[in-house]
Nanobody, 122 residues
Framework: QVQLVESGGGLVQTGGSLRLSCANARRTSSTYVTGWFRQAPGKEREFVAR????????AYADSVKGRFTISRDNAKNTVYLQMNSLQPEDTARYYC???????????????WGQGTQVTVSS
């Protein structure tokens, strides 16, 4: 029902911006929460942001609050992560995932994309 494909990663300088996209390649009547997670080499996967199906409810990790914005366009089956004021510590592989309920716990997400690399140079 859900097949997630991320895009939009790349190399950017400190202070720059990127917009990640997470598209569901399959049509579905199911509603789900979409989350963004990231994982840097040698570190555990960490929660970044999540958004409800309606888009009315969002949540962010403290480390990205005020810099990142999550949004969704259900007509396009796509969730976005606008990342501004990027810092070297934001360098990681970013994954989107789908879950039936809101959670910051990666283990609660049933479907995952393959990830997209974000590298911020100093």
């Amino acid at each position: 029902q859900v097949q997630l494909v991320e895009s939009g990663g790349g190399l950017v300088q400190t202070g720059g911006s990127l917009r990640l996209s997470c598209a569901n390649a399959r049509r579905t009547s199911s509603t789900y929460v979409t989350g963004w997670f990231r994982q840097a080499p040698g570190k555990e996967r960490e929660f970044v942001a999540r958004i409800s199906w309606s888009g009315a409810t969002t949540a962010y990790a403290d480390s990205v609050k005020g810099r990142f914005t999550i949004s969704r366009d259900n007509a396009k089956n796509t969730v976005y992560l606008q990342m501004n004021s990027l810092q070297p510590e934001d360098t990681a592989r970013y994954y989107c995932a789908a879950a039936p309920f809101h959670s910051d716990d990666a283990g609660r997400y049933n479907y995952w994309g393959q990830g997209t690399q974000v590298t911020v140079s100093s």
